[in-house]
């Protein structure tokens, strides 16, 4: 038994696909956002980064980082426990009450991590009703799917935003059976947007709980940041909602927001929380005055969608097979994972751009992209060599032009 | 289908087994730990923290928080993505290289968490291991438990510390099945130590790899923090260490180091790392700070260890069930959930000392204890306070003196 063989080999077969991962190192600049600094094997370099889920700049936010350093001069750097065993921090409590004013739910939870707050709320939720049938669109993020394949229960994908396949679905499993439908508002691929009202409405007719990931929405849509579903004016229709503090909040962690008894069933049953060291609460602090500007702020969401349509528009007329979305998500996809790579390795090295290739697992074979994230802070004259830079090297790598997107819709 | 009722209940149960789970809403203050502020019903009052997992202070240290502060003020407050995708910080490659000098390893990967470091380390390990048979001690942790499970391979659990048994598992499974011995350094409950050197002879014997979990030692054991494989004089001889950045270090976070393949390995198949937004510049920086003053500072591990001697030897002395650990945990068994809580409030309440009550599923029924945490911090006079104090709430609530500890040992 050569151990270490195995462990080269299950690194080589990705290498052979050409989807072995190479990091970036990056160095943010706080106030120059989204210029940063990339520790090259040259040496350090200035780059525009322009693949960032930092959706608004909220992590260089003067607000975010004077409660981040209050916190800690104040508090210190660390929780110093679960949230049970004296890491329950006053921070972290009051992150919860402003998250939970957030969705107009009565109570909010929060994770380390947007993925915990999935895999761990999901399943939790899911072993709590007993024999749920667990209705999961087929475009769920990882975590989600995690999260149903660990709570044990059946599951039932329906093809993705697809209401007559949900409803099929939740009429065979009947009136009677628990069920949950796990969907997201947002799709952080192809930047497309669940029709969560009606969804809702099916929800209500087969009594069904609906669970909804708002990651790619909260902070940047609805007019206090709720996310689509208060944009949509449905917020107050939907049973769990979960969100993150590590995008367009700019910091770290996960939430969900429900009504109570819900978080508390989950707060004391769910096993990624119980046995786990509590966020910090210098980043809960950073989180939080994040959320609040957000709720009243206006100016981020403005310019962020502006610069997403400009950045849509310009590639669109210089012909690059730009997918057409709804939000602030641009792909521009290339269909295979060595050119992708490559294309990505050109715009760094002689662009100073840095948009991270997107391959498999994180998309469906084929549809490998740029994934390009337009914030307040992409102004016209980086959008003007953004575009530019793409042009050459499509060139450069002979890649079709107008080529109709192949996003996996 | 009533689903608030569901949850109610899910929760009434916990209530009647009298282990339903109150957070005590607690504000650190830097600079003068173990003191910090309880936000009570009654208002604000000060308190003494018993209970802390910030097991050196090191929340608390000087460079520690100024590394969060200048890292917070020059890159912001989050990482703004993946690892992949644009939230590889300079910060965390670093604190990763630094890590991996810690144990003397040639690699080493960063994790949100303890908790996912071990879920999705120890299962992405299995699954990559053909047939493997996981050799679990069974008091794992139950973040250690979660990734044997999703692992989806065969486990085998060998009795606690049981190396007789163990080597009868391991005989059972052949030379040539994978195996890997997953087990931790300190059992962060009782206190107790594994004889990791004669764990390693066995997996070098059986041709087992070997997993060793070192939250609860990490920073506290061994010449440079390296933890008790360090201390023992065996850590290259362990496979895999698993640690912490959330207690002795103070911050948040959790890490694998290993050779370089497993490490590579890991990093590129690993769900619960690949999907999740990455550890903050500014926590990376304040972990590193802490891993690097412990590496060559002896003081606070030395004032721990006295400490921690102390007061042990004064429970025992006013005839306290403190139960005997070689290690810093200082375990005192009251053996019933409800009481348990009781002489937590009572502490809180009438002495303003906090030490959380710990119960099932943290420790098997019938183990509830006080789990008392002697910091470099906890000097002699609070040490007298915390003596008098458990004392009279011995009286009041009747409970046993000089009882044989009842540690599930």
Redesign the interface.
Known sequence: ?N??A???N??DS?RQEKR??V????????GR?PHA?W?SPQGRREIV?W????YLG???HPA??E???TA????????????????????V?MLEAELADLHGKEAALVF?????SN?TGISTIGK???DALILSDQLN???MI?GVR?SGREKAIFRHNDLDHLEELLRKAG????KLIAFESVYSMDGDVAPIGRICDLAERY?A?TYLDEVHAVGMYGPRGGGIAERDGVMERV?VIEG?L??A????GGYIAA?A??V??V???A??F????A?????AA?AQASVRHLKSSQAERAAQQANAARTKAALARAGLPVAISDTHIVPVIVGDAERCKAASDLLLADHGI?I?P?NYP?VPRGSERL?ITPTPFHNEALIADLTKALVAVWHRLDLPFQVKAQAAE
């Open positions: 038994m151990y270490t195995i462990f080269e299950a690194v990705l072995y991962r990091f970036a190192d990056i160095e943010r600049i706080a956002f600094l520790h980064v693949c960032s889920n930092d909220m992590g260089q975010s980082i409660a981040m350093v800690a001069r104040q508090l210190g750097v660390g929780a110093g426990g679960t949230r049970n065993i004296s890491g329950n921090s006053h921070q409590v380390t991590s947007g993925y915990v895999q709590l009703l007993p993020h990882n975590s995690e660990q009136q009677e059976r628990p009594n709980m049973d993150t590590a995008k909040f700019g910091a770290l009504a008894p819900i508390d069933a707060r004391s049953h096993p990624g119980i046995f786990t060291s966020l910090p609460p210098a980043v950073a840095y991270q997107i994180t994934r």
